[in-house]
């Protein structure tokens, strides 16, 4: 009970300095940082000694297993709490499902957005 007390005095100004500053807050995880699943399997077929099971396409926007019993057996559990393929591939596409939905629900506010504008510049130059 005491040292809180003591700690109180410090923290108003009452103390001469003599006292440790507080450590720094934590640091926030940042809000748009990838998933840890996104970001463990980009560093997978990212790496050039997993070439022969896993690779970047010719066009670099998607990738390709090569192998996947060799994929399932030795990548997985090094990224993964687990060596299933079906579940990695589950997970794959629930991230691709959510990347297509929210796509398309902002070209949906584009297009409400882009007639909003219209309708509004329509009857702004009726009025005038």
Known sequence: MEAASTSSSVTKGGGDGGGAPPPPPAPMPAANAP????????????D?????IVSWSPTNNSFVVWDS?????DLLPKYFKHNNFSSFVRQLNTYVCSLVLSLALLLVLLIFRFFFVWVLFIF???VR
Do not use: I, N, Q
């Open 35 to 46: 998933p840890p699943f996104l970001v463990k399997t980009y560093d997978m077929v990212d």
């Open 48 to 52: 050039p000694s997993t070439d022969k």
């Open 69 to 73: 019993a060799e994929f399932a057996r």
């Open 124 to 126: 702004w130059y009726s």
